[in-house]
């Protein structure tokens, strides 16, 4: 059977399924294999959603890299073990960052088309912070959109910047990604969202604990179905309300996927992220006289002439010094467990061979 969008499968409707999706699928013998969508991936298997609603799933160790929230995937059933994950479809998006307890990367997210990168006025104003989430989305191909929280409290005494003072500190920063400024609590600005919410689109909501994705959540969905959580007094930190990430369904056909607080972004080598983002800077690089320029003292340098005359903001410059030490310094990080992770199983391989015959004469 050839799934086209005249065929839409039931529940997968609700869950990012359109006819860009049902093309990737191709021929497939639905009696015997069929098309799912991982919702959340747990320890003990997965949940996915199927045509007729949500079940659970096992995970084979056969698989070449595990499923992450939002793949999409081709499972079967099984008469002793249930459904079982057969083939992970290559992801259009993947969402990824340094992983601190290994040596490889750690996907977020897979298959969005848009990441809500939430931030709270009631919080310290980390625009770094802003800064390294929205190119680690670029660099997956997806497009950035940082979602200012809880607006009710500007001009009280809970929120620690103006909105106005954010926005514009974020613009020097980020001049090319979207500011939208919402409460979830009043409504107020909701309306801006829906540009990225259209049917069929997969959506991703990544912020520090606390920042409100949860309330946004519940507004965006019109009920109370996650859990939210007071954020302390003096730091302004959440609980981690959410504990998995795991998709939810909007009613106009959107689908959010939801993911726990993010403490740490620590940055892989991301190209592309980091010339989407500066793209103006790369291109006074290549008006520098000497093609190796280092932008200090050399003469002839076209990013001392833009610092100089105000056309290059000596804040945006600064900060792109500061990310490029840190991909740096994670490389660095990156390579040395790497290293660390192959001298020990050169050292395994070595204890587990069998000791050499003596020579027999």
Same mark, same amino acid.
């Given at each position: 059977?050839?799934?086209? @969008?005249?065929?839409?499968?039931?529940?997968? $409707?609700?869950?990012?399924? %359109?006819?860009?999706?049902?093309? +990737?699928?191709?021929d497939l013998d639905?009696?015997?294999?069929?098309?799912?969508?991982?919702?959340?991936?747990?320890?003990?298997?997965?949940?996915?959603?199927?045509?007729?609603?949500?079940?659970?799933?096992?995970?084979?160790?056969?698989?070449?890299?595990?499923?992450?929230?939002?793949?999409?995937?081709?499972?079967?059933?099984?008469?002793?073990?249930?459904? /079982?994950?057969?083939?992970?479809?290559?992801?259009?998006?993947?969402?990824?960052?340094? %992983? #601190?307890? $290994?040596?490889?990367?750690?996907?977020?997210? $897979? %298959?969005?088309?848009?990441?809500?990168?939430?931030?709270?006025?009631?919080?310290?104003? +980390? /625009?770094?912070?802003?800064?390294?989430?929205?190119?680690?989305?670029?660099?997956?191909?997806?497009?950035?959109?940082?979602?200012?929280?809880?607006?009710?409290?500007? =001009?009280?005494?809970?929120?620690?910047?103006?909105?106005?003072?954010?926005?514009?500190?974020?613009?020097?920063?980020?001049?090319? /990604?979207? /500011?939208? #400024?919402? *409460? #979830?609590? !009043?409504?107020?600005?909701?309306?801006?969202?829906?540009?990225?919410?259209?049917?069929?689109?997969?959506?991703?909501?990544?912020?520090?604990?606390?920042? =409100?994705?949860?309330?946004?959540? %519940?507004?965006? $969905?019109?009920?109370?179905?996650?859990?939210?959580?007071?954020?302390?007094?003096?730091?302004?930190?959440?609980?981690?309300?959410?504990?998995?990430?795991?998709?939810?369904?909007?009613?106009?056909?959107?689908?959010?996927?939801?993911?726990?607080?993010?403490? !740490?972004?620590?940055?892989?080598?991301?190209?592309?992220?980091? *010339?989407?983002?500066?793209?103006?800077?790369? *291109?006074?690089? @290549?008006?520098? +006289?000497?093609?190796?320029?280092?932008?200090? !003292?050399?003469?002839?340098?076209?990013?001392?002439?833009?610092?100089?005359?105000?056309?290059?903001?000596?804040?945006?410059?600064?900060?792109?010094?500061?990310?490029?030490?840190?991909? #740096?310094?994670?490389?660095?990080?990156?390579?040395?467990r790497a290293r660390?992770?192959?001298?020990r199983e050169r050292?395994?391989?070595?204890?587990?061979?069998?000791?050499?015959?003596?020579?027999?004469?």
């Amino acid at each position: 059977m050839h799934l086209t @969008s005249s065929t839409l499968p039931g529940a997968l $409707a609700a869950y990012g399924w %359109n006819p860009r999706i049902a093309e +990737r699928f191709g021929d497939l013998d639905h009696l015997q294999r069929q098309p799912v969508r991982i919702a959340r991936v747990d320890r003990d298997g997965c949940l996915v959603v199927t045509a007729t609603g949500i079940v659970r799933c096992r995970i084979p160790g056969s698989l070449p890299e595990p499923p992450v929230t939002g793949d999409w995937a081709v499972a079967r059933a099984d008469p002793l073990a249930g459904m /079982v994950l057969e083939h992970v479809l290559a992801r259009t998006t993947a969402v990824r960052r340094v %992983n #601190a307890l $290994a040596s490889g990367d750690q996907v977020l997210v $897979a %298959n969005i088309d848009t990441m809500f990168v939430l931030h709270g006025l009631d919080r310290p104003h +980390r /625009v770094g912070r802003l800064e390294r989430l929205s190119i680690l989305t670029w660099d997956a191909g997806a497009s950035p959109v940082i979602v200012l929280t809880k607006t009710d409290l500007a =001009g009280t005494g809970e929120a620690v910047i103006g909105l106005d003072d954010a926005v514009a500190e974020i613009r020097r920063v980020l001049p090319a /990604v979207e /500011v939208c #400024a919402v *409460s #979830a609590v !009043t409504g107020a600005g909701i309306e801006l969202l829906d540009a990225y919410l259209t049917a069929g689109a997969t959506v991703g909501l990544v912020g520090e604990s606390g920042a =409100g994705k949860s309330t946004l959540i %519940n507004r965006l $969905a019109g009920d109370e179905l996650q859990a939210t959580g007071e954020t302390r007094r003096g730091d302004h930190k959440g609980r981690h309300t959410t504990t998995a990430r795991e998709l939810v369904p909007l009613p106009g056909g959107a689908v959010l996927v939801d993911t726990p607080g993010v403490r !740490t972004v620590a940055m892989p080598e991301v190209g592309r992220g980091v *010339s989407r983002a500066h793209d103006d800077l790369e *291109s006074l690089f @290549s008006e520098c +006289r000497f093609r190796d320029c280092r932008h200090r !003292t050399e003469p002839g340098c076209a990013v001392r002439a833009a610092l100089d005359d105000g056309r290059l903001d000596a804040y945006r410059w600064a900060s792109y010094q500061k990310l490029l030490k840190e991909m #740096a310094h994670e490389a660095r990080r990156t390579r040395e467990r790497a290293r660390r992770t192959a001298s020990r199983e050169r050292r395994r391989r070595r204890v587990a061979l069998p000791p050499a015959p003596d020579d027999e004469w």
